[in-house]
Structures are given as structure tokens and as C-alpha cells.
């Protein structure tokens, strides 16, 4: 070795590492506890009293474009770092999946009542093209190793500021009390890392690729090419490369860290820097994926670097929480939660949510999921994930799944007053359009756009079989139409409105023009049809004939583009065919349990022990027409949660978090309090690491679904629009005796600027850009209100 004494000064420092952490362990928990007074504690944010114990319970912060997620550990320290595109390309068979050639096949076996046959016959063709694509899974980048010197830790506490982003660990031993931050800036896409204390710093930095288990290594090695991570004098490299390389897509991907220091000196050793005797650590690190293999990916990086230098950590967390801090304070609930509660760390706040759901909890995740999907939605909206991985294998690849999971991760960017977000979402699927239109070639012979319910970075379909015939669910471009015409009721951006939304929308309807048949009845006819994931009672398919929810999806869209067509006074004659192909939808139906149906057709019975609640469709997003008056269907629909509920009840909650979301906003726009409130607390307490990434299942399975779910959840309970009606207080749930919230967008371009309530009143104010009236619904009130442009507007109703 070229220095011994720089060798054994290292091995000292990884054996005290290993020792600190069976010290940490071994500490005396209430000894930590007492003590932890002695770090300071974000506002807005929470503590935690020890480290995570998996990379799932890591705290988190992301610009998003670029994620960390922070473990915590003093002297062994480890920082995941990831990049919201990195998706692994995977070997390709060159081919499209058609199945457009069997369709009259398909309907015919349909028709016939041999579901399971027609379920079948998508997994044949497959097989029978030799079309075994997957979809290019998403993979975290590589980690940041941090060694520091050991001791007899005395007190500990790690920390996550949500205003600012700031992943915080704070510890002290006999050799002094050290601070390291990290925060992702939004201003200068860079990872910050700092490392500060009242004595020496001595440290060992390096980079390394994630560990790769072993039922993971055939994987990781038919994708990747190549992982080199090295060391220089001022500062770390990681570059990779992709086995599979196509036109336009990845070719790899890079990180780049420099290293200012304050005192001290350092040195590089096989991989790694050695930091002697530092007073204070700064380490600006970058990311960037690769489109061309001939990009010098690490020569770009270091002048984005460069560029940043002189600059502080203060002074680039001052311009980070500019953009971000603005963000995240646009929407502050408080529920008038104990203060003992609110400073409690995070594992004795859900250690308590065990027993009774506290109100400092409800704020916290409220907080908590904004915080993950601001922190996660960038030029791509999060995906399964959100942008942070620990594994190479991430569930369901990663990916964007339409069939609830996405919808639920962005339904708080509008009402969370954070519209702007949404572009990424947008602009992800515009970007897909020519793939979207080949699909709907390909598999219904009809012109427009599909969508598959999976994908990454094609979108094309890959996730079906003989179970899960997903090539036959055709509602996810109707449902995401949905959003490009909400963005334009939130923001009133008439442009984008002509130029985004009503040019998808339309090609979104132009598939079910083609698509959608007379049956003998008069009605149109959605054959095939897909509830996701369920199947009828009795009935071994998931394929079948007139989902309830491929109705509402299909309605709501040609409501939409009859509204969006009269306003930018376009397309009479489109109107016209839309207005006549919505007198021919099916009828919603009761079963004769009193519930609302979740298929619409002889012989498919209702199976109510599934984790989807796809028939509540109409309610997630609000109220459409067909139930804002119709007290059958409103009564339907409440059997139905009825029933929900019972099996959520006996699962303990279950899997697919998002469901319960899709059942509390149901309940929410039901004015159901009861159940909403029932389901609000089962989110709260049982679906949250302890650095507050939310889980796909009861304290399992690292998943951001949630994390814009539940505080969706909860604006729908305290207020949200539907037409020109604004309902105040909704489904208040009854412990939310007194609260405040400030900063809710609605439909109408109308924000709330206070929305604050006791047992006896409520006051409102709000506010709009534009001169409009309002009908405003609190409890079993109703008053009619005029808006002036850019005026506050202060009520006091009744409760």
C-alpha cells in the first residue's frame, strides 16, 4: 500500500463504524430520549430517536429530479442516491403486441358468456408472437458511503425539515456534538451534503453501487454493462453503463461529487476520500442520465460544479427553500393538536396512533405526503416510488400504474395549490402520444390514443396474461384526460386548455367513437370490458362486459369535451356526436343487496372482497352529475362502501393503500363522516415508515401512492368544488372539533385563502382572479355568494 498509516487509520475507522453501530443499539433508549432536547426541532417536520433500520425507513429529500434518502447512522453512514429517469432498458423483441385481428373473436366469446376463454386470448397471442417485452424497470443510482470516526454516543437524534428539506443527523460522544445535512436543491439541481461539529472532523467519503442481492444478480447483470466508482482529488465519480442500448433511449448514467473543506487536509485512497482533520465538510453532488454514448457525461457535470463554487451551504439552502419553502407553506392545516403530541419523535407518534389516532399525527402526514410528492414530482411525475429506491428489484418495476396508483399520487398537486406540478404529468404522456395511438391501432383497430395501465418509458403494453388481461382495460387515457381538462378548472389557463388539454381529450374520445358498439338494446357497448383487478362473483375472469367504472370514465370524458369544445367555441359538430353517444351509455344499476353494480350486464354479480373500488369512479374526484341529485345512486354507493368497508374492516386495513384513499373520497363526496373519518385514521396509523415514506401495505412495501392520497383525502373532508358549488366542511370528522386550513385551490380558479371552524361556525374566505357566483353547501345550508375579481370574500356560516 502506498501508506500504511493511511491504511491502518482507515480500518480503525471502519472497525469503530461497526462497533458504533452495536453501541447505538445497545444504548440505553430512555438515556437517548432525555437527551434529545438538546438538538434542535424543525417546525414543520419531524424527529426520529434512532437510525432506520431498512433503507425504507430512511428520511427523504429530492428536488424532483434527483432523491436521497438518509439512513442516519453516525459513524457508518449511508446515502442512497437516485435520478427520477433511470430506467433500466431491457432486452426487446423488436415486435408490437397486436390483437386487434382476434377482437371479433374476443367479442364474440364474450358475448357467448366463455369469459375465461376470452380472458385467454390476449396470453396466446402473446405467446404465439413471441412478444415477451417488460417494461424498463427503475433503479437506484448509487450510494454515498460515509465513515467518521467512532465514540460512546450520549445523545442522538435524526430529523427532516419538510419547508426546507433538510435530512438532518445530529449526534454527540466524547469527542464533541456533529451535525450532517443533507438537502436536494431545487435551485441548483445538486445533492448538499454537509458535516459539521465542535471538534475535528475525520471522515472517509466514497462512492459505491447499491449492493446487489444475490436472487437479484442474473438481473442486474443481463442490464447493466458496466459500474466504476472512483476517487479523485477533488472530489468522487460513479459512471454506468446499459447493456441495451435503442434510438433515443438511455445509454447510461453518471455522478459527479466535489469536495470544498474548511481546515484540514485530504487525501485520495483506493476509491475513496480521506478527510483528516477537517473543521467543516461541503459536498455538492450531481447526477445526470446519459442519451448517447458518446456523451462526456462527467466533463458536463464538472462544469455544472464549477459553476457553484464559491457558494455556501447557507447560501444554497437560502435559494433551495426560495422555490421549495414557497411550495410547501402555499397549504397549512392545523387541527389545534396537543403540542406535547406535535413534539413527540416519530416513533412514539405512531406508536400512540396504535391506540387513538392523535391529531398531531393527522397533521404530520398531512404535512409528511406533500413533502414526498413536491420533493418527487419534476420533470417526470413520481413514480411507484417516487424517485427513491434501495433496491434494484422496486415492485411492479417502479413504474407509472394508471389504474389507481398514479391518479392517487397526483391528486393533492392541484387542490395542494401546487398546480405547476402537474406539468411533468402532462408533458410525461405527450411525450408517449405516437405510442399511444399504434396501441390503439394495434389492439381495437380504432383510431385516438390507449393507454396501457403500466408503464415506463414506453408506452406500450407489457404487464398482462391470462389473469390479468390488462390489454383489455381501456380506461386509463379517458381517466388521465380527466386531468388536463382539471388543470385548466383550477387555473382557468385557457391556452393551455386549447393547446394540451382539449387535443388529448379529443383523441381520448376518438378511440371510443371507433371503439364503443350499439348493442341490441339500443346502449353502447364496451366489450371488452375491465374492472381492475377484480372479477365477477362465480366467475374465473377478469375479462368481461361493461364495467361500471369503463362507463364513468367514458361519460366523464365526453361531458368534458362537450364543455371544453363550447368554450373555445369549437367543433359543433362533435358536439353534436358526443351528446348523442352519451344518451346511449348504460344506465347505472343496483344490485339486490342495494349496492351500486361493478358491472352492467346479466350475470356478473358484484365480488365485494376486492382491494379496487373501481364503480366509485364518479366520486373520486368529486361529484358528477349522475350522483350530485340522484338519491338511488348516492344510496347505491353508500351499500357499496358498506360493503367495502366490511372486508377492509377484516383484512385490518389490507393491501393497496390506495384503495382506502379511493374510499374516502367517495365517502367524503357522499358526506359520509363517519366512514371517511374511519378510513382517514387507518392511513394515518398503519401505512408510514419512520422517516414518513408512506407503504402499499400495512408497514410494508416503500410505495408514494398515499403520500398525495391522504392529504387529498383530507381537503376533500374539510372543502372542495364540483361545478359552481363549493362544499364547506363536507365530512368533518367528529374529534376535529376546531382546525384551520389555508391555501386549498378549487375548481373555478377560487382559493381558500382560511377555512377555520369550531363546534358553532365556520369562517371563509376567498378569493379569485375572476368575477363569479358561488353556491356554497355547509351542512344542511345552502347560500349563493358573488366573487369580485381579486378581493377576499369573508363568510360566516352555521354548522
Excluded at 398 to 403: I, K, P
Excluded at 459 to 464: I, K, L, Q, S, W
Excluded at 763 to 782: A, Y
Aim: proline content about 4%.
Amino acid at each position: 500500500m502506498r501508506n500504511s498509516k493511511l491504511f491502518f487509520r482507515m480500518v480503525k475507522i471502519l472497525i469503530y463504524s461497526l462497533c458504533s453501530v452495536l453501541c447505538l443499539q445497545l444504548l440505553n433508549i430512555n438515556a437517548v430520549k432525555s437527551q434529545q432536547t438538546t438538538f434542535s426541532r424543525p417546525a414543520h417536520g419531524f424527529t426520529s430517536w434512532h437510525p432506520a433500520e431498512t433503507w425504507e425507513h430512511s428520511l427523504l429529500s429530492g428536488n424532483g429530479t434527483m432523491g436521497a434518502m438518509v439512513i442516519g447512522q453516525p459513524y457508518d453512514e449511508t446515502l442512497l442516491l437516485s435520478h427520477s429517469q433511470l430506467f433500466m432498458p431491457q432486452k426487446r423483441s423488436g415486435k408490437r403486441f397486436e390483437q386487434e385481428s382476434e377482437l371479433t373473436r374476443i367479442r364474440k366469446t364474450l358475448m357467448e358468456g366463455k369469459y375465461p376463454e376470452a380472458a385467454a386470448i390476449p396470453a396466446r397471442l402473446r405467446k404465439d408472437q413471441g412478444y415477451d417485452d417488460i417494461r424498463d424497470p427503475f433503479i437506484p443510482a448509487f450510494d454515498l458511503k460515509i465513515s467518521q470516526t467512532a465514540g460512546d454516543i450520549r445523545a442522538y437524534q435524526r430529523a427532516l425539515n419538510f419547508e426546507t428539506g433538510e435530512a438532518i443527523v445530529n449526534w454527540t460522544d466524547q469527542q464533541g456534538s456533529f451535525e450532517r445535512k443533507v438537502f436536494v436543491s431545487r435551485a441548483d439541481s445538486v445533492i448538499v451534503l454537509s458535516i459539521k461539529g465542535d471538534n475535528k472532523i475525520n471522515s472517509v467519503l466514497r462512492f459505491s453501487q447499491r449492493p446487489v442481492e444475490w436472487l437479484q444478480s442474473k438481473f442486474v447483470k443481463d442490464g447493466m454493462k458496466e459500474m466504476h466508482a472512483a476517487a479523485e482529488a477533488e472530489g468522487l465519480t460513479f459512471s454506468a453503463a446499459f447493456n441495451h442500448v435503442y434510438e433515443g433511449g438511455l445509454t447510461g448514467y453518471a455522478g459527479l461529487a466535489r469536495l470544498y473543506q474548511k481546515g484540514g487536509t485530504h487525501q485520495v485512497d483506493q476509491g475513496s476520500l480521506v478527510i483528516t482533520d477537517a473543521d467543516e465538510v461541503l459536498l455538492l453532488i450531481k447526477i445526470k442520465a446519459s442519451y448517447s454514448t458518446a456523451d462526456p457525461v462527467l466533463t458536463s457535470l464538472g462544469k455544472d460544479l464549477n459553476l457553484l463554487h464559491p457558494a455556501s451551504y447557507d447560501e444554497l439552502l437560502r435559494r433551495h427553500v426560495r422555490i421549495h419553502g414557497e411550495l410547501f407553506n402555499r397549504v397549512k392545516l392545523d387541527l389545534r393538536a396537543k403540542e406535547e403530541e406535535r413534539r413527540m419523535n416519530n416513533e412514539s407518534l405512531i406508536q400512540l396512533g396504535n391506540k387513538k389516532v392523535s391529531l398531531a399525527l393527522i397533521e404530520r402526514v398531512f404535512d409528511a405526503g406533500r413533502y414526498n410528492i413536491i420533493s418527487s414530482t419534476g420533470v417526470l411525475p413520481p413514480n411507484l416510488q417516487g424517485l427513491w429506491s434501495g433496491t434494484w428489484t422496486t415492485p411492479w418495476s417502479g413504474g407509472f400504474t394508471l389504474d389507481g396508483n398514479l391518479p392517487t399520487a397526483i391528486s393533492i398537486l392541484m387542490p395542494g395549490n401546487t398546480p405547476e406540478l402537474m406539468k411533468g404529468f402532462f408533458s410525461f404522456h405527450e411525450n408517449l402520444m405516437a405510442d399511444y395511438r399504434q396501441e390503439a391501432r394495434q389492439l381495437f383497430g380504432a383510431r385516438g390514443i390507449h393507454i396501457p395501465a403500466q408503464v415506463t418509458t414506453r408506452g406500450v403494453e407489457t404487464d398482462f396474461g391470462e389473469t390479468w388481461c390488462l390489454t383489455y382495460w381501456t380506461g386509463a387515457a379517458g381517466w388521465t384526460a380527466n386531468y388536463f381538462n382539471d388543470y385548466y378548472l383550477y387555473t382557468g389557463d385557457r391556452k393551455f386548455l386549447a393547446e394540451h388539454a382539449y387535443p388529448f381529450m379529443k383523441e381520448a374520445a376518438l378511440f371510443y367513437e371507433d371503439f364503443l358498439k350499439t348493442g341490441e338494446n339500443g346502449k353502447l357497448l364496451f366489450i371488452p370490458s375491465y374492472s381492475p383487478e377484480n372479477n365477477p362473483k362465480g366467475i374465473n375472469s377478469q375479462a368481461t362486459i361493461n364495467a361500471t367504472m369503463d362507463v364513468m370514465i367514458a361519460s366523464q370524458l365526453l361531458r368534458n369535451c362537450i364543455a371544453a369544445a363550447k368554450v373555445l367555441k369549437v367543433d359543433q359538430l362533435k358536439i353534436r356526436q358526443w351528446e348523442q353517444m352519451l344518451k346511449k351509455m348504460p344506465a347505472y344499476e343496483v344490485n339486490a343487496d342495494g349496492a351500486l353494480k361493478e358491472w352492467i350486464w346479466p350475470g356478473l354479480e358484484d365480488n365485494y372482497g376486492h382491494r379496487h373500488a373501481s364503480q366509485l369512479y364518479a366520486l373520486y374526484d368529486g361529484l358528477e352529475p349522475e350522483f350530485k341529485n340522484d338519491q338511488v345512486l348516492r344510496k347505491a354507493a353508500g351499500v357499496l362502501l358498506d360493503k367495502k368497508m366490511a372486508f377492509r374492516q377484516a383484512e385490518g386495513g389490507g393491501e393497496m393503500a390506495f384503495g382506502l384513499v379511493q374510499l374516502g373520497t367517495a365517502a367524503a363526496h357522499l358526506g359520509d363522516a363517519v366512514k371517511a373519518a374511519e378510513l382517514t385514521n387507518w392511513l394515518a396509523s398503519t401505512y408510514w415508515s419512520k422517516g414518513m415514506g408512506s407503504f402499499h401495505n400495512v408497514k410494508e412495501m416503500f410505495n408514494t401512492d398515499i403520500s398525495g392520497g391522504l392529504p387529498y383525502l383530507i381537503t376533500q373532508l374539510l372543502c372542495f368544488s364540483a361545478g359552481e358549488s363549493i362544499y364547506v366542511l363536507p365530512a368533518l370528522p367528529a374529534e376535529w372539533h376546531e382546525g384551520t386550513i389555508s391555501g386549498l385551490l378549487l375548481r373555478g380558479q377560487i382559493t381558500v385563502n382560511k377555512l377555520k371552524w369550531d363546534d358553532k361556525s365556520v369562517e371563509l374566505e376567498l378569493i379569485s382572479p375572476v368575477p363569479q357566483k358561488v353556491e356554497l353547501h355547509c351542512g344542511n345550508s345552502i347560500l349563493k355568494a358573488v366573487l369580485k375579481a381579486n378581493e377576499p370574500k369573508k363568510l360566516t356560516l352555521s354548522r
